[in-house]
């Protein structure tokens, strides 16, 4: 196949997952075409067995709204309406609630496989995206004037040229490899085990989090008595933690979160992935962007990933809704300016709430109680974590923002 075979956009979005797939669909709502391409085929049936469940922070809901997804996943929502972090062995907790700025929410949990088939549902109505998938690309060369890009799908090769390329990729971004842009990894010789338990009680709404010397656990609230559990595990004792039978397994994850939650009464299904933190040395370049993992993979500690690499598709959507050419040099120097404070912010906290809340150092005990007890009783401080909590740092796109009470 040409490229002159058929109609195409000036924007390709290579990867289709959950942040690629939220560009798409920002795009399409403000009236630009776009070609999605996804190395996995396209799903009319049930989702996957992703056992991850989302925190989501109330600027990211909002998003969603905004680009037409969330009506196809509230149903399994689950409103939070705060969340109560602690550290094994330290005094002090940290409470932040969503009455606390005059709201019913500091944002929702839900399942990744649901957000990802709402993803699913709202591409399926998209009038300006064009959606290659199974597809993959097989060669990307960028100069000032296009990027020349061949697509392989299961009809053969597609040659085109387009005006900007989006690395959506994920974390071994082949993009960002092609474009030559360096990434700074770091091991945290961890891995994180994810699945849900049942609770002897509901957790009415709060999301606990627990730091400790073998690293952060999580329960997120889900619907009814379920909530999702978070566990880090040192690397080396994954596979043993995952070979426990369930009541083995909940008597660890009760060790691991305490009793503030209550009793844990059954665990389903669950997965480990290694937790590794890999930061692009650049968000632009000729031609190109990257976005969400490909652009900063970051500790899941905080549930920081998804709703920042959305803020990242919907400030890309937002700068390329003024028109002109979507590539333009100066476009994407104002985009990598716009999402530095807001990634950076998001880099610093995550990693060093996994090293210094984690670390097994009994002498940082006493810092980290006062930092626990500054951040609960200091109002700016705790203003500044409430409002960061709820997807709000740096310049927000305009579709996450709302009049707060």
Do not use: K
């Amino acid at each position: 196949m040409s490229e002159n075979d058929g109609a195409h956009a000036q924007i390709l979005i290579v990867g289709g997952g959950l942040v690629g797939s939220s560009l798409a669909l920002a795009l399409d709502a403000v009236g630009i075409a776009c070609t999605l391409v996804e190395a996995a085929p396209q799903r009319t049936d049930a989702p996957s067995v992703e056992e991850r469940n989302l925190a989501l922070a109330r600027a990211t809901v909002n998003g969603l709204q905004a680009i037409g997804v969330w009506a196809h996943a509230q149903a399994e929502a689950q409103p939070m309406r705060g969340v109560l972090v602690s550290r094994a062995g330290d005094f002090g907790s940290l409470r932040l609630h969503a009455h606390e700025a005059g709201l019913d929410s500091i944002g929702h949990t839900l399942p990744a496989r649901a957000l990802g088939a709402a993803l699913q549902s709202a591409l399926g109505v998209a009038r300006q995206v064009e959606h290659l998938a199974p597809a993959r690309v097989r060669a990307l060369h960028v100069d000032a004037a296009a990027a020349r890009v061949e697509i392989e799908t299961a009809q053969g090769v597609l040659t085109r040229r387009y005006a900007l390329v989006v690395g959506a990729d994920g974390s071994e971004s082949l993009v960002r490899a092609a474009l030559g842009i360096g990434v700074q990894r770091h091991d945290y010789r961890q891995s994180l085990i994810v699945g849900q338990v049942r609770c002897a009680r509901a957790l009415d709404g709060v999301a606990y989090e627990r730091l400790g010397d073998d690293g952060p656990a999580a329960l997120l609230p889900l619907a009814g008595a379920r909530a999702g559990l978070v566990l880090g595990v040192a690397a080396e004792a994954c596979d043993a933690v995952l070979a426990l039978d369930d009541v083995a397994y909940l008597a660890y994850a009760q060790q691991r979160l305490g009793w503030r939650a209550g009793r844990l009464l059954h665990a389903a299904r669950r997965q480990a992935w290694p937790i590794r933190r890999s930061v692009a040395a650049a968000l632009v370049a000729t031609r190109a962007v990257l976005v969400g993992n490909a652009a900063q993979t970051v500790h899941p500690i905080g549930a920081q990933g998804f709703n920042l690499g959305l803020r990242d598709a919907l400030t890309l959507a937002e700068l390329l809704a003024a028109g002109g050419d979507p590539g333009d040099a100066a476009r994407l120097a104002a985009y990598g300016a716009r999402r530095a404070p807001d990634r950076d912010g998001v880099l610093r906290f995550t990693h060093a709430l996994a090293t210094l809340g984690c670390l097994r150092q009994p002498a940082l005990a006493p810092l980290r109680s006062l930092g626990m007890l500054a951040a609960q009783v200091l109002p700016p401080l705790h203003q500044r974590l409430l409002r960061h909590g709820m997807g709000w740092r740096g310049q927000p796109p305009r579709a996450v923002l709302e009049t707060l009470p």
